[in-house]
């Protein structure tokens, strides 16, 4: 089955411990990003990856790093989580073709930082 | 960078009658605009999506318009049903990314 999924599905934490929230695609998507969601905000782009070592920053980068050593996976890392890091957030895939524009999203991370 | 606005943010309809989103966006050069549903406590998922060279797509009781001049694209829901309750974005992304930009979400409650 053609899936995103992501791991842990919560996860409540304290100030400072890092973290790590995993992310696989079994789609052969080149494109994969991470998003935030919180109220009255939508969903706010953290950083993305074109292809394997290849990332940039979205809108909300600060705090957050990514990898993306295989095609699949492209693990989210909060190095010092705040707080202000309590949020929902959703890793997605694509194909990076013309006629493939659907993003699959995986089923969240509900993340509470104490 | 695009920007996308989406409203209203809440929209409360009776069960039957007719819902409408609207996003405007910033970048002429977008061309495709696709539409996220989420229901509670769900991801979001693709309902409908429309390209710059069509005018309107419908697909059942759902459909999208396109005004490219106007740089606004809106989505139709009729005969709304309980089940339509959900969070829905929009989002549009321009000819040279592959990254869209999303809308703030509207909150669809259909009352039965």
């Known amino acids: 089955e053609a899936q995103v999924t992501q791991n842990p599905r919560y996860l409540i934490t304290v100030t400072g411990k890092k973290l790590t929230v995993t992310c696989s695609q079994n789609m052969n998507h080149e494109y994969m990003s991470w998003y935030r969601q919180d109220p009255g905000l939508g969903l706010r782009q953290i950083y993305y990856?074109?292809?394997?070592?290849?990332?940039d920053k979205g809108d909300v980068p600060e705090g957050y790093k990514v990898s993306r050593k295989e095609k699949r996976n492209f693990p989210l890392i909060l190095e010092s989580p705040s707080p202000n890091q309590t949020s929902l957030y959703f890793c997605?895939?694509?194909?990076?073709?013309?006629?493939?524009?659907?993003?699959?999203f995986g089923p969240g991370t509900r993340l509470t930082v104490t | 960078g695009e920007n996308v606005e989406q409203h209203p943010s809440t929209l409360s309809v009776q069960e039957g009658d007719s819902a409408v989103i609207k996003c405007t966006y910033s970048d002429s050069a977008s061309n495709y605009f696709p539409w996220y549903k989420q229901e509670l406590g769900k991801r979001p998922q693709l309902i409908i999506d429309?390209?710059?060279?069509?005018g309107e797509k419908k697909d059942q009781r759902i459909a999208v318009t396109l005004n490219k001049t106007a740089k606004h694209f809106s989505l139709h829901i009729t005969e709304t049903q309980p089940e339509d309750s959900a969070v829905y974005f929009c989002?549009?992304?321009?000819?040279?990314?592959?990254?869209?930009?999303f809308g703030r979400g509207t909150s669809l409650i259909v009352h039965p």
């Open positions: 989002a549009a992304r321009s000819g040279g990314s592959y990254i869209p930009t």
């Open positions: 429309i390209r710059s060279n069509v």
């Open positions: 997605a895939s694509s194909l990076l073709q013309p006629s493939s524009d659907e993003q699959y």
């Open positions: 990856s074109m292809n394997v070592e290849v990332t």
